[in-house]
C-alpha cells in the first residue's frame, strides 16, 4: 500500500462547483503540504500543515482552502471551481527535519469545465 | 528568498549516452538541495540530496549530482542514460535557515531515445 494516498486520482467538475481532495498517510509524520503542478512552472505550494493545529498559506492559496482532520489526513477544498485551477494537485509529507525529504502521493489530475 | 532554475525544457540523449540536467540555485544562506524524479502517472519520487560533506552525491538508479557552491550549481548526472530514465526530473532547494519550504524548478524532461 502507498504511504500517501491521494484520492480521488482523476476529477472532472463544472465551474461553480465546491470540490475537496484528500490525503491520507501512514509515515507517522507531522508535517503535511498540498502542491499544484502546472506545466512549465514545476510544483508550486498552495497550503501547509506542521500538526493538526498549524495550517499555513503558501504561494497561492486564493481560492483553496484545507483542513487537518487528523495527523495522517490532510484536505483541498475549492469552495467554488474556476477552470485556471485544473492542474495536477499533489500532497506530500515529511519529518521535521528540514534535512527530511518529501514523500508524495501519486497526484489527482482536477478538470474544471 | 530562494529560487531554482533549471535552464533546460527538455534534454534529449541516446541510450547508453551520458546524461547531465542542469540546475542552478539561489538561497540567502546555505542550501539543502534535492532532487525528485516524476514517472507518467506518478508522483514525485526522490533521488538524492545535498546537505553537507562530500560535494559528489550519489543516488538511486545509477545518479548522481554535484554540489558546486561557487557557481551555485547542484547539477545531476548519470554516466550511461537507460531509455527507462525518460522521465521530468525536479531540482529543489531549501534555505537551511528557513522552516523547510521547498522551492522546487519548472522541470526538465529528459527523453532517452533508441
Known amino acids: 500500500d502507498a504511504d500517501v494516498t491521494q484520492t480521488p486520482r482523476n476529477r472532472i467538475t463544472k465551474t461553480g462547483k465546491r470540490i475537496m481532495l484528500e490525503c491520507s498517510q501512514t509515515k507517522g509524520h507531522d508535517r503535511m503540504y498540498w502542491y499544484r503542478q502546472d506545466p512549465g512552472l514545476g510544483l508550486r505550494l498552495i497550503y501547509y500543515s506542521f500538526d493538526v493545529k498549524d495550517i499555513n498559506k503558501g504561494e497561492i492559496s486564493d481560492g483553496y482552502s484545507v483542513s487537518r482532520q487528523a495527523q495522517a489526513k490532510f484536505s483541498l477544498s475549492l469552495e467554488s471551481a474556476i477552470p485556471n485551477q485544473t492542474a495536477l494537485y499533489f500532497c506530500a509529507t515529511s519529518g521535521g527535519d528540514p534535512k527530511n525529504i518529501q514523500y508524495f502521493g501519486a497526484g489527482t489530475r482536477l478538470s474544471v469545465l | 528568498a530562494q529560487s531554482v532554475a533549471q535552464p533546460e525544457d527538455q534534454v534529449n540523449v541516446a541510450e547508453g549516452n551520458p546524461l547531465t540536467v542542469k540546475c542552478t540555485y539561489s538561497v540567502s544562506g546555505n542550501p539543502y538541495l534535492f532532487w525528485y524524479v516524476q514517472y507518467p502517472n506518478r508522483g514525485l519520487q526522490f533521488l538524492l540530496k545535498?546537505?553537507?560533506?562530500?560535494?559528489l552525491v550519489k543516488g538511486s538508479y545509477g545518479f548522481e549530482a554535484e554540489f558546486n557552491k561557487s557557481q551555485t550549481s547542484f547539477h545531476l548526472k548519470k554516466p550511461s542514460a537507460l531509455v527507462s530514465d525518460s522521465a521530468l526530473y525536479f531540482c529543489?532547494?531549501?534555505?537551511?535557515?528557513?522552516?523547510?519550504?521547498?522551492?522546487f524548478g519548472a522541470g526538465t524532461q529528459v527523453v532517452v531515445t533508441p
Open positions: 545535498y546537505i553537507t560533506g562530500d560535494n
Open positions: 529543489a532547494v531549501r534555505d537551511i535557515g528557513s522552516w523547510g519550504k521547498l522551492q
